[in-house]
């Protein structure tokens, strides 16, 4: 029988990828550099290939252990399947769960669930992780990550999803500001605004501009927040108003400011929602999930759809 490269192999060939470090890659599997660096050499024996040039100051994988390390991937992302597929015939919500979350979501939601959770699934052992969208959408498809929470709409390709809440947003501003003493707050009214946003690569920048109706070129705020919470401040400073979603404003982000919180005339929200891959075979288990996480933090708004 022809010799085949072992999943460990392949696990150390795409770490290496990844870090472009012997150091990195070993720590990252668990192993002594040597270890990996035997493995590695062992692997292109079995291959017949060069996977990577090595010198004292970097290492540079080959365009063929590029090639391999990409379909690497897929393997080892399709093992991990497998396993869970096997965990998935025993108790449902047991064993490791890798959940990402986003800025704008995990650190208001997270904590109103969790203790629930662990009571509900005391088995379930969810290893927390927070990134910006599109990144944890990446980790997503290469298997690092098992599911996220979300907010939409956002492009999640083919991906699956379960809508779990609907989070609407208010207009905030300072106590002062001319707008302050408004009950309802208009599209027409924020034309002439400084909208504050987040940086590039958070989905709530576009979301709020589009429940402004506002093309990104037609925000007129000279300042970007590169986190929620200095976002907050700044509207509390009076540099400028933004759009805050209900699910943060619930949480205490805006506590012991002096910001105004005003619902808009056409109301405007986006849906939180769980996403995982399609080729999961723990499905129903996430769909089980999210549905434990929208019974836990009572209050929110039911989801329109799925």
């Known amino acids: 029988m022809k010799l085949l490269p072992t999943l460990k192999q392949l696990e150390y060939l795409v770490a290496l990828a990844e870090a472009q470090h012997f150091g990195r890659a070993a720590e990252r599997c668990s192993v002594t550099p040597s270890t990996l660096s035997a493995g590695i050499q062992d692997l292109e024996r079995v291959l017949g290939v060069s996977l990577a040039e090595r010198s004292r100051r970097q290492v540079l994988i080959t365009p063929i252990g590029n090639e391999i390390a ?7 992302r399709d093992a ?38 662990r009571s509900r699934y005391p088995d379930l052992l969810l290893f927390l992780e927070e990134d910006l969208t599109r990144a944890m959408l990446d980790q997503l498809g290469d298997g690092h990550l098992d599911a996220m929470l979300m907010a ?37 009214d924020l034309v002439d605004e400084s909208l504050l946003l987040l940086e590039e690569g958070h989905c709530l920048r576009t979301q709020a501009l589009a429940a402004c109706k506002l093309q990104a070129a037609r925000a007129r705020s000279r300042f970007e927040a590169s986190s929620f919470h200095t976002l907050v401040q700044m509207v509390g400073s009076g540099i400028g108003v933004t759009l805050l979603p209900k699910l943060a404003i619930d949480a205490g982000i805006a506590a012991g400011m002096d910001i105004r919180l005003i619902p808009l005339e056409e109301p405007s929200s986006r849906k939180i929602a769980l996403v995982w891959r399609k080729s999961s075979p723990r499905g129903d288990e996430f769909r089980m999930l999210g549905d434990a996480i929208r019974e836990l933090a009572p209050g929110l708004a039911p989801q329109r759809d799925t």
């Open 152 to 188: 939409l709409p956002f492009d999640i390709g083919d991906a699956e999803h379960h809508v779990l809440f609907e989070d609407e947003f208010l207009f905030a501003c300072n106590g002062s500001h001319p707008l302050a003493e408004r009950d309802r707050i208009s599209m027409d």
């Open 80 to 117: 991990e399947d497998i396993m869970a597929l096997a965990s998935s015939n025993h108790a449902p919500l047991t064993g490791d769960l890798r959940l990402g979350v986003i800025p704008t979501v995990g650190p208001f939601l997270v904590s109103r669930v969790l203790p629930g959770l």
């Open 70 to 76: 990409a379909r690497a991937r897929q393997l080892l």
